[in-house]
């Protein structure tokens, strides 16, 4: 709300701009009856044929155009003809365009071949773009044809990567001369003084007039932004230098006033194009048609999507007041369809287009996202244009400052063509729509990496070649801090996924796209993040004796590798659900409302949905109210979550596996050969994640705390103040369990996928694991894992640095003389705990034996230098932490403890010897 205080004082002027209106549209009959002809001699008006069969302005002649030959050309006025790619088979690597300016212009396609697949057009395509709307086009089918109403700039654009050519295309285009009279005024390019000052567009960029120069559409819709010095037909002459053509509209959108009422003023502050208009639903957009013969009976308006009608129960059109002022008044129900598009104004004699993006709106009662009427809510989570990701470990996590730019026009653009697969009428269901968006924004967006591989070169399957020169850069995830670069680069791109992309970005885009469309939306971060491939709400691992009695982990053929997340980003989004059967669940009615949980780097194939057919990697929204007590949804009626082939859009939408994702437990395995399965379940389990006593899946999640960003988090020095823990809301307090998945028996005829191999039985509530010691007749563990020069922090990868080695070591007591053999193994993994390279990581392997006497308190350690693991820093393989197994086995008694250190590489200029040392990459910022 502070920020947005200035809104009305810049909209002031508006009621000034708007008197004159009547002044300003006295030119319109002389527009539409030019001057020469009123004037005509009574005898010429009174012998028309003459006058017709001589016209004053010749035909014009059919044109043959081509991109080969009129690559960047601007074809302005009254013309027609064929315009085809200019080649027998066009070439790769090529980027060209032809642009339109005129009326009611026609496009209509007789031959089309471009290679990809209508729908995914990534590779090859064609796309026209009018006024800030765009169509993408490839495949064999004929586009369809299409009629531009009004005074348009139209580019038709042909981009093609370096494989595949095919024949390409020919369209037929026809337009007709501009329909207002050349305005001239005064010269002010070269003015000095208050005029200069105010030359800038609404974000407070300057522009110089050649930026103009040759964008007469693009001066007048730019005028309005000038009108506190001078009015729009000089702005234009600004830009022209004289003389230039102003089209006219009898229609005021009034932008400022209902940006005010539809709090969008934002999004009006934005650069966007001049037809650009912002509504909510749940309430109405209000404009005045003011041309001559327009009355309340005869004013027409609809919305339109691609030539098709927008759903017509959704919104209620309501006219008034006397001719020629028609108050015209468009209210969109509480449940409406989100997303961009057309609004057509029809009078008799005129159809005037606008681009309308319909916005969810939070402070409707009506709206599924409604907030309660906290603006503070408001204020954060659909407002608020920056935040602050978390990323780390549990112990050692940092906050990094984002910028969410859900207002730019470039952003809305993408969110609402990221809806561009579902229906109009599954738009309206923010259940579906946030779901989708997890697909589209993964899939269309950003292009996933992770482990080894150049991060800035080369090219990946269905991804482009990185070249920065020719506009194809490649980043390494931890470069995209600001959203609007993402999606500038993936406009450039021609709307190709950009390179590169991991959890934490893919949140940030989703946060985002989400607010943009007016959706609540927040980062999360949950530290020991649990991926369970086979649904039984645990993490399954593997070990097995070596010949020499050494405990090593171990993964063989046919068993589902679960693994633990450092930590994993994802979103949350508010609203009510309607779709959730609550009585079925033994809960009372909004047992599902709330914030859910979606997650734009799926980890699985989901069905169910809109817009997406079968099974396909999305994942949400589960319900956190569901998620905390552990129930799993039930799901309509024939839906079955595992068939590949659903064709149902709603389904129980991932809660099991987010249930696992926060709470679960974990099942260690040992080869058994006396075992029916062959394995063992070991009934005790400690995992030591920051010295805790317990192993604790989902051990916080955290968010930004609502209000602002302190100058210690921007600085980089610490966001604690910004730090929201929102763990409780996931799960009850520790020692809570995951619960018993609601799966069907291993007796079924079609068992799950936790039947096979060893994992043969569900896990009890309660959380598997005991507390501080293990013990047996003959050997007592302590708990935890000791490391020197101390659990939490940094490994700090400069030599010679205190913190640079590490020792891990177990401690025990003996109930007998016996050896202990004691096994520590360090991986090098990224955050998600798999091996940097992709096989296993290993940064080395050192066993020790060790024979205390009976009573006695024994302990095994190994140390570990900079020399071991700095091979996986930098190049190809930059770590993100060392991960840390302890085994200590004395005969069939046994034990696995388990730790991870974060690397900190210091950035470049850094210094190495002081007491903080900001890391490379999101690895956090290391202190004494």
């Known amino acids: 709300p502070t920020t947005e205080t200035p809104v009305p004082t810049t909209e002031t002027p508006v009621p ?110 064609v796309q026209v773009t009018v006024d800030g709307a765009s169509w993408k086009y490839c495949g064999t089918a004929l586009p369809p044809p299409r009629t531009f109403r009004g005074y348009k700039r139209i580019s038709v654009h042909l981009h093609t990567d370096n494989f595949v050519s095919r024949a390409g295309f020919n369209v037929g285009f026809q337009c007709e001369a501009a329909p207002a009279t050349p305005q001239t005024c005064r010269d002010l390019s070269t003015a000095v ?35 506190r010095v001078f009015t729009a037909k000089e702005a234009c002459c600004v830009c022209g230098g004289g003389t230039v053509t102003a089209p006219l509209s009898d229609v005021d959108f ?32 209000t404009f005045t048609v003011r041309a001559p013969a327009a009355m309340a009976s005869n004013v027409a308006v609809s919305l339109e999507h691609e030539g098709d009608a927008y759903p017509r129960e959704m919104y209620a059109v309501r006219t008034s007041g006397r ?21 057509v104004v029809e009078y008799p004699g005129s159809r005037v287009e606008a681009l309308m993006t319909v916005l969810v709106n939070a402070v409707a009662r009506g709206d599924a996202a409604y907030l309660g009427g906290a603006g503070w809510a408001v204020a954060e989570y659909v407002e608020n244009n920056e935040g602050v990701v978390f990323t780390g470990s549990a112990g050692s996590h940092a906050g990094y400052v984002y910028e969410y730019d859900q207002y730019a026009w470039n952003t809305v653009a993408v969110a609402a063509r990221s809806l561009r697969r579902m229906p109009v009428v599954d738009r309206a269901d923010l259940t579906l729509v946030t779901r989708h968006l997890t697909y589209s924004v993964n899939k269309d967006i950003c292009y996933g990496k992770w482990g080894s591989g150049s991060y800035t070169t080369g090219r990946p399957g269905g991804g482009y070649e990185c070249d920065a020169a020719a506009g194809r850069p490649c980043r390494g995830p931890s470069y995209w801090k600001n959203m609007t670069d993402v999606f500038s680069l993936h406009t450039s791109l021609g709307y190709r996924p950009i390179q590169y992309c991991q959890c934490w970005v893919y949140a940030a885009v989703y946060t985002s796209v989400g607010r943009a469309l007016g959706i609540p939306t927040r980062v999360t971060t949950v530290f020991n993040s649990a991926a369970d491939k086979d649904r039984n709400r645990a993490i399954d691992t593997f070990y097995r004796f070596t010949d020499s009695g050494a405990l090593v982990p171990t993964y063989s053929a046919g068993l589902k590798k679960d693994s633990v997340w450092n930590f994993h980003t994802w979103n949350d989004v508010w609203f009510r659900r309607t779709d959730i059967d609550c009585a079925a669940l033994g809960l009372r009615a909004g047992c599902a409302n709330g914030w859910q949980a979606v997650d734009a780097t799926p980890q699985l194939r989901s069905a169910g949905g809109s817009g997406v057919a079968g099974a396909a990697f999305q994942m949400g929204p589960a319900a956190l109210g569901l998620v905390r007590g552990n129930y799993h949804p039930v799901c309509r009626p024939g839906v079955v979550e595992l068939n590949a082939t659903l064709a149902e859009k709603y389904g129980c939408y991932d809660t099991e596996f987010v249930i696992t994702e926060a709470n679960a437990n974990i099942n260690e395995w040992v080869k058994d050969s006396s075992s029916p399965t062959g394995w063992s379940l070991h009934d005790s389990h400690i995992t030591d994640p920051d010295g805790n006593a317990m192993l604790i899946q989902g051990h916080s999640a955290l968010t930004k705390r609502s209000g602002p960003i302190s100058d210690d988090c921007r600085n980089r020095v610490t966001c604690g103040a910004e730090e929201n823990y929102v763990t409780k809301e996931y799960k009850e307090a520790e020692p809570s369990g995951p619960g018993t998945p609601t799966m ?111 009573g006695e308190i024994g302990s095994c350690s190994a140390a570990f230098t900079r020399e071991d693991y700095v091979r996986f820093t930098g190049g190809d393989f930059d770590a993100f932490a060392l991960k840390i197994v302890a085994t200590a086995a004395v005969g069939d008694s046994w034990v696995v403890r388990e730790h991870q250190k974060v690397l900190c590489t210091p950035e470049a200029g850094a210094a190495t010897n002081a007491v903080r040392i900001p890391c490379r990459g999101m690895n956090g910022v290391w202190a004494a």
């Open 16 to 125: 000034t701009t708007e008197t004159p209106v009547p002044t300003t549209e006295t030119p319109v009959p002389t527009t539409e009856t030019p001057v020469p002809t009123t004037e005509t001699p009574v005898p010429t008006a009174q012998t028309p044929e003459p006058q017709t069969e001589v016209p004053t302005t010749p035909a014009p002649k059919k044109e043959y155009l081509n991109l080969r030959d009129d690559d960047g050309q601007t074809f302005t006025g009254a013309r027609f003809g064929v315009l085809s790619d200019g080649y027998l088979l066009y070439p790769n690597e090529t980027d060209r365009q032809v642009t339109f300016e005129g009326s009611d212009c026609q496009l209509r396609w007789t031959s089309f071949d471009v290679e990809g697949q209508e729908g995914n057009c990534v590779f090859d395509y």
């Open 193 to 227: 003084g208050d005029v200069a000052s105010a030359w800038h567009d609404v974000g407070g960029a300057r522009y110089s007039c050649s930026w103009y120069a040759g964008r007469p559409t693009r001066c007048h819709q730019f005028g309005s932004i000038y009108r």
């Open 254 to 285: 009034k932008q400022a006033a209902n940006a005010v009422e539809l709090r969008t003023a934002r999004y009006r502050a934005s650069v966007h194009p001049a037809n650009a208009l912002f509504a909510r639903r749940g309430a109405a957009y």
């Open 323 to 343: 001719p020629a002022a028609v108050q015209v008044e468009v209210a969109l129900d509480a449940d409406a369809a989100i997303g961009l598009y057309t609004l």
């Open 744 to 854: 069907p028996s291993c007796a079924s005829p079609n068992p799950p996928l936790h039947c096979s191999g060893p994992k043969f039985k569900w896990n009890a509530n309660a959380r598997r694991a005991t507390v501080l010691g293990e013990s047996t007749a003959k050997v007592t563990f302590e708990a935890g894992m000791g490391l020197s020069p101390r659990v939490d922090g940094h490994v700090v990868n400069v030599d010679g640095h205190a913190h640079a080695d590490f020792t891990p070591s177990l401690r025990f007591t003996l109930g007998e003389a016996a050896t202990v053999v004691c096994t520590f193994i360090v991986t090098a993994v990224d955050y998600r705990s798999e091996p940097v390279d992709g096989v296993d990581g290993n940064v080395a392997t050192r066993t020790v034996r060790v024979a205390p006497a009976a």
